[in-house]
């Protein structure tokens, strides 16, 4: 799939139909932008809640323990995307 979509003066983008419905995004989530080794980027749509629950626990762990969770998710992520 491909799909184009324009940057406006204040750098913001509306993603297309289809890019929404791939990426199961819907109003309130996160997209994260993951640069590849070869420079491109990988977006992934993260639900409000999911991020909720990170950040509460972000300010109860240590910003190591952090970091393992957050590599954690990223890890279980990239197995349920494929």
Not at 13 to 38: I, N, S
Not at 59 to 66: A, E, I, V
């Amino acid at each position: 799939m491909s799909a184009v979509t324009k940057i406006t003066a204040r750098y913001q983008v509306t993603l297309p139909r289809e890019v929404r419905r791939a990426l199961k995004a819907r109003v309130g989530d996160l997209l994260v932008f993951v640069q590849q080794k070869d420079g491109s980027f990988r977006v992934q749509a993260v639900p409000p809640r999911l991020t909720d629950a990170l950040r509460l626990a972000g300010t109860h762990l240590s910003s190591q323990d952090f970091r393992q969770v957050h590599r954690e998710f990223e890890e279980s992520w990239e197995d349920e995307q494929r």
